[in-house]
């Protein structure tokens, strides 16, 4: 069964989108070929396939490029849109081609496509300079985004939807920040065109990237309402995922719950940090706000605090452990007594520093526990790591007296040293319980 693990992942998610079966359905298949879930729950390799595509195909479009940019100056206009129009025929004919040959290589196959849309966005540009295309620059990168969607979702294709995201994180922070044009159907894109199809296919590597993108892709939207939002905004969707990790650990896709939870420690986490330095800034109330700028604060908070109501009110979704309650419980912390009344017109300057600092600390101390507790030495490494930084950035800002500051790293390194007694008597232990065992 292990052997098949591939083949039956594919199987089940064309199924899924042919509507043979329901999400329960696939539910209960993967329930019964236990080997199937742990091989899922390891990953398939997507990032490999992604990156490989990606990378490949684009040295290999840019090699093709700066082969006929060498006598690009010297060739007739027609040869040189013979040289595009070929050159996008050949990949994806090519690709096409293979594809009906039942043992081809489904990778290779994605990356003569990939090359294909490579040489059709270097086309879009070559086209504008042979006819000298007066045009509003950023629209080339929109119609490229376009046509990788459109790939992204016929083959599909996760790598043509992860080339979809970045080109459409591009079109939208040149329109913000080079010409002051806000443009919000760029997150609606995400959410609806490219979310869908990362959770059809399983895909945790597209998953992870459009989790990553929509924060960033939102806050270009909101700097139309001014850049001191940014930081609320930013804590109101990123504190989301891990209400939302725990709503889709009892769904169809599980395993995406481990993507929510890694994405939301790698945005939430630097955004805690730095507020321990800024706290939040004093923000106009919600009330207000002229027209429909009050939108763009209310929809994510609007998503807090139904993803935060739906995980905490269901039994199956809610917290059971004391750890996850600490968790979750820093996360609440956070919004509530920081996110929530700066955005209800209530100066927390101090207090959301304060909480920044606790929190920051505690996130810090947990992680020290889940790693010695558990045995996980990058969890453990992350939580000393933080303990360091944190000590080093209030080194001046609370204690100016040279005593205080050598006790408080004559503390630290103290506790750091515990910290590695307490990892290896654990582990230890646990070497000494596996022959009982």
Known sequence: MENNN???????????REGIINDQQANALYARYPAFVAYRAKGDGAWGRVIFALLGAGVFGLGVILLFAYNWDGMDRYV??????????????????????????????????MLGTMLFGAGIWLVAQIYHFDVHYPDG??????????LAWALPS???????TILLLLWSGLETFEFGRHVPIASLVLLLALLPLAWLQRSASLL???LLAVPLSYSFTVSGIGEKYFFAV??????????????????????????LTLCGRVLWLPLIFVGTFTGLPLLSGLYELAGFDSLYI???LLLALVSWGAALLRASTRPALAEQWVDSGLVLLVLTFSVLPSLLGADVSDVSRLVFNVAFLAYSLLFVYRGTQHLQARVLSLGCIMLVVLGAARFTDLFQSLLARSAIFL???????????????????RKLEKPRA
């Open 208 to 210: 992870a990237v459009l």
């Open 80 to 113: 040189k849109l013979a040289v595009i129009g070929l050159g996008l025929l050949g990949a994806h004919g090519s690709a096409l081609l293979l594809a009906k040959n039942d043992k081809s290589n489904p990778r290779v196959v994605e990356s003569l496509h």
């Open 158 to 164: 996760v790598a043509h939807g992860v080339l979809a």
């Open 411 to 429: 503390l630290l390194g103290l506790l750091l040293f515990i910290i590695g007694l307490r990892y290896s008597k654990q582990s230890t232990r």
């Open 141 to 150: 990168f929109l119609l490229w985004c376009l046509a990788a969607l459109s």
């Open 234 to 259: 930013g804590l109101l969707l990123v504190g989301s995922y891990f209400a939302m990790a725990r709503l889709v650990a009892v769904s169809a896709y599980p395993a995406s719950a481990k993507v």
């Open 298 to 300: 209310l929809l994510p």
């Open 6 to 16: 591939p083949w039956l992942r594919a199987e089940i998610a064309q199924w899924l």
